[in-house]
């Protein structure tokens, strides 16, 4: 395991006073990296020095404290020009390395599908393009760890033309990915059934509430970023109504441009969704600004219009007099939040409730009956409407549907007796 010594370097009195909890953040980003953190390093002026970063005076400083330490590996909570990262590298003789490339790492060790790995190795190579410029042997600096995942071990001897090669190559099948998801969400578009999206904060809890809903067993971890590629479940309600779940990265404050742009065609799963689930970590001392980078990602993504349903998790972890009492104050409301503990169950019935009152909003329940001689209408019926219970007659069948007014115009000579849109 690399041993690494933390930078942050504020210049104006807000980043001072979050420098902090910034640093815990990249503590938490390196250890999901497979670092582990000896030091922490401030800084505080005016600027930022065009060679080095940080002042002359704090490199000689850091130097000589990863001499002292041991440290294989420096993290920078700020991106680094490239010239910036070869100066730092030559002064202190140890791998250099800044908040992207970090997250970068993560995120090649955790795709776990196809479509993940290209998205990782685009954001990757998108990343170290620039820093190829006079490096005589490319990436054969870095040698190995940290930073060097994916990408980085198989193109140490390649020049920056192979690299671009790479990348358009790259570019070419994620479109071709992208047609089939594309495909895949116009069929979805035309089924009835309603899809709600996880998102949120990067260890906010979601893959852990979409295994409560589902049933499922999808790996979780008190990491970052501990799931990343994209997952797709049913959930059914006591009464046979279900919908579609699907689970995806989490965010992060200053969320590397280059996984933006990367990971577009996977993100826009949720603006595919009827309905987003916004899961936000109750119990951080961070968890309005963790919301609020969330929803400035969205609005990059330009998602809007859709309900979202915030959901404070992690209720279990508070006193117990301050977790009955936002127990007690929930509204049924549907702008209102939902508190949950995705990992007792707390809260779990009120959030499907509320996920009920939302989707369903303009569903109503009808029914129809349908001739054996009018099959084929039967057979359109169950992919524009959700079948609650369908029974088979000598004549032909009645249905038992959830459905919107406008799917069923063609259907009303059908509706049964007193039933009317």
Same mark, same amino acid.
């Given at each position: 395991?690399?041993?690494?010594?933390?930078?942050?370097?504020?210049?104006?009195?807000?980043?001072?006073?979050?420098?902090?909890?910034?640093?815990?953040?990249?503590?938490?980003?390196?250890?999901?990296?497979?670092?582990?953190?000896?030091?922490?390093?401030?800084?505080?002026?005016?600027?930022?020095?065009?060679?080095?970063?940080?002042?002359?005076?704090?490199?000689?400083?850091?130097?000589?404290?990863?001499?002292?330490?041991?440290?294989?590996?420096?993290?920078?909570?700020?991106?680094?020009?490239?010239?910036?990262?070869?100066?730092?590298?030559?002064?202190?003789?140890?791998?250099?390395?800044?908040?992207?490339?970090?997250? #970068?790492?993560? %995120?090649?060790?955790?795709?776990?599908?196809?479509?993940? &790995? @290209?998205? *990782? $190795? /685009?954001?990757?190579?998108?990343?170290?393009?620039?820093?190829?410029?006079?490096?005589?042997?490319?990436?054969?600096?870095?040698?190995?760890?940290?930073?060097?995942?994916?990408?980085?071990?198989?193109?140490?001897?390649?020049?920056?033309?192979?690299?671009?090669?790479?990348?358009?190559?790259?570019?070419?099948?994620?479109?071709?990915?992208?047609?089939?998801?594309?495909?895949?969400?116009?069929?979805?578009?035309?089924?009835?059934?309603?899809?709600?999206?996880?998102?949120?904060?990067?260890?906010?809890?979601?893959?852990?509430?979409?295994?409560?809903?589902?049933?499922?067993?999808?790996?979780?971890?008190?990491?970052?970023?501990?799931?990343?590629?994209?997952?797709?479940?049913?959930?059914?309600?006591?009464?046979? #109504?279900?919908? %579609?779940?699907?689970?995806?990265?989490?965010?992060?404050? &200053? @969320?590397? *441009? $280059? /996984?933006?742009?990367?990971?577009?065609?996977?993100?826009?799963?949720?603006?595919?969704?009827?309905?987003?689930?916004?899961?936000?970590?109750?119990?951080?001392?961070?968890?309005?600004?963790?919301?609020?980078?969330?929803?400035?990602?969205?609005?990059?993504?330009?998602?809007?219009?859709?309900?979202?349903?915030?959901?404070?998790?992690?209720?279990?972890?508070?006193?117990?007099?301050?977790?009955?009492?936002?127990?007690?104050?929930?509204?049924?409301?549907?702008?209102?939040?939902?508190?949950?503990?995705?990992?007792?169950?707390?809260?779990?019935?009120?959030?499907?409730?509320?996920?009920?009152?939302?989707?369903?909003?303009?569903?109503?329940?009808?029914?129809?009956?349908?001739?054996?001689?009018?099959?084929?209408?039967?057979?359109?019926?169950?992919?524009?409407?959700?079948?609650?219970?369908?029974?088979?007659?000598? $004549?032909?069948?009645?249905?038992?549907?959830?459905?919107?007014?406008?799917?069923?115009?063609?259907?009303?000579?059908?509706?049964?007796?007193?039933?009317?849109?």
């Amino acid at each position: 395991m690399e041993k690494a010594i933390l930078v942050n370097l504020a210049t104006t009195k807000r980043e001072k006073e979050e420098a902090k909890e910034s640093m815990t953040e990249l503590a938490g980003l390196a250890s999901s990296a497979g670092a582990t953190v000896l030091e922490e390093i401030y800084q505080c002026r005016s600027g930022h020095s065009p060679k080095f970063f940080i002042g002359e005076g704090k490199v000689k400083e850091l130097a000589l404290k990863v001499k002292e330490s041991g440290a294989d590996l420096v993290i920078f909570d700020h991106n680094l020009s490239p010239t910036q990262q070869r100066s730092l590298e030559e002064a202190i003789q140890v791998k250099v390395l800044d908040r992207t490339q970090i997250i #970068l790492d993560i %995120f090649a060790q955790r795709a776990r599908t196809n479509e993940g &790995k @290209l998205q *990782v $190795e /685009l954001a990757q190579l998108t990343y170290l393009l620039p820093r190829l410029k006079g490096k005589g042997q490319a990436l054969s600096r870095l040698g190995g760890g940290i930073g060097t995942r994916g990408p980085g071990e198989k193109k140490l001897e390649e020049d920056r033309r192979k690299i671009t090669d790479r990348i358009a190559r790259i570019k070419k099948e994620i479109d071709r990915v992208g047609e089939r998801r594309a495909r895949q969400q116009e069929v979805r578009r035309q089924s009835p059934v309603p899809v709600v999206s996880l998102v949120g904060y990067t260890s906010a809890g979601k893959s852990t509430l979409f295994n409560a809903l589902t049933k499922e067993n999808r790996y979780t971890s008190p990491h970052l970023f501990a799931t990343l590629d994209p997952m797709v479940r049913r959930v059914t309600f006591s009464d046979g #109504l279900y919908f %579609f779940l699907s689970d995806t990265v989490g965010f992060i404050k &200053k @969320l590397p *441009v $280059e /996984l933006v742009s990367s990971f577009r065609a996977t993100l826009q799963e949720i603006k595919e969704a009827d309905c987003l689930l916004q899961i936000i970590d109750i119990t951080s001392p961070e968890a309005f600004e963790q919301a609020q980078a969330v929803e400035e990602i969205l609005a990059e993504l330009e998602i809007a219009g859709l309900p979202v349903i915030k959901v404070f998790n992690k209720i279990d972890l508070l006193p117990a007099t301050e977790k009955k009492l936002l127990l007690s104050r929930q509204s049924k409301d549907e702008s209102s939040p939902v508190y949950i503990s995705a990992r007792t169950g707390e809260g779990l019935d009120s959030l499907k409730d509320r996920l009920r009152q939302v989707i369903y909003k303009n569903f109503k329940i009808y029914r129809l009956y349908i001739p054996k001689d009018k099959a084929a209408m039967a057979g359109s019926l169950v992919r524009q409407v959700m079948v609650i219970r369908k029974t088979e007659t000598a $004549e032909g069948w009645e249905y038992q549907v959830l459905a919107q007014r406008n799917n069923l115009f063609s259907y009303l000579p059908y509706l049964r007796k007193g039933e009317s849109l």
